[in-house]
T-cell receptor
Framework: GENVEQHPSTLSVQEGDSAVIKCTYS??????FPWYKQELGKRPQLIIDIRSNVGEKKDQRIAVTLNKTAKHFSLHITETQPEDSAVYFC????????????FGAGTTVTVRA | DTGVSQDPRHKITKRGQNVTFRCDPI?????LYWYRQTLGQGPEFLTY????????KSRLLSDRFSAERPKGSFSTLEIQRTEQGDSAMYLC??????????FGDGTRLSIL
């Protein structure tokens, strides 16, 4: 099955700086890569996703890049704010054959004011 | 529509008891998923439904676990003869076809 590895496990940044989280996946058939943000005691919330037919996607301060050859994808958060503090999870799946998500272990991001 | 809802939010039970959780997906979503999340880990896939059909079950889902989605709307997840290792957050998600999965707040299960 798919194996997703995520690094780093914790990340502390100064407010206003950028944060980068990297994930690698093992199944070359994976073609859909969402990112979820989970605040303490709350549901995982989808913040951005990318499909394998594009290399980069941006939504305001958040961007995701995908390198299919190397089988890795990254989340970039620019101009970080205290409300960006949360646990971020990357995931991978194969659509339309198999919709289940395989998640990374998560990155705890702390934005220092 | 307020999204995916799960009930109860918390469940405390003694080892050996049976528990049942409920998930109500977003109304027009035809796919429903169950995941389990333990502290410090990402969610792990358990099973999913397309309408009322259960299409896949993870090896994590032992024979003590059963899930149903009888009318293609809400779903239940039952755990029989609970064990300490069943303590976790049980998350439900739904999607419209192959679209993004939206999660509920989860049911936190604690086994005494």
């Amino acid at each position: 099955g798919e194996n997703v590895e995520q690094h780093p496990s914790t990340l502390s940044v100064q407010e206003g700086d950028s944060a980068v989280i990297k994930c690698t996946y093992s199944d070359s058939a994976s073609n859909y890569f969402p990112w979820y943000k989970q605040e303490l005691g709350k549901r995982p919330q989808l913040i951005i996703d990318i499909r394998s037919n594009v290399g980069e996607k941006k939504d305001q301060r958040i961007a995701v890049t995908l390198n299919k050859t190397a089988k890795h994808f990254s989340l970039h958060i620019t101009e970080t704010q205290p409300e960006d503090s949360a646990v971020y999870f990357c995931a991978a799946s194969v659509v339309p054959n198999d919709y289940k998500l395989s998640f990374g272990a998560g990155t705890t991001v702390t934005v220092r004011a | 529509d307020t999204g995916v809802s799960q009930d109860p939010r918390h469940k405390i039970t003694k080892r050996g008891q049976n528990v049942t959780f409920r998930c109500d997906p977003i109304s027009e979503h035809n796919r429903l998923y169950w995941y389990r999340q333990t502290l410090g880990q990402g969610p792990e896939f358990l099973t999913y439904f397309q309408n009322e059909a259960q299409l896949e079950k993870s090896r994590l889902l032992s024979d003590r676990f059963s899930a149903e989605r009888p009318k293609g709307s809400f779903s239940t997840l039952e755990i029989q003869r609970t064990e300490q290792g069943d303590s976790a957050m049980y998350l439900c998600a739904s999607s419209l076809g192959g679209g993004p999965q939206h999660f509920g707040d989860g049911t936190r299960l604690s086994i005494l």
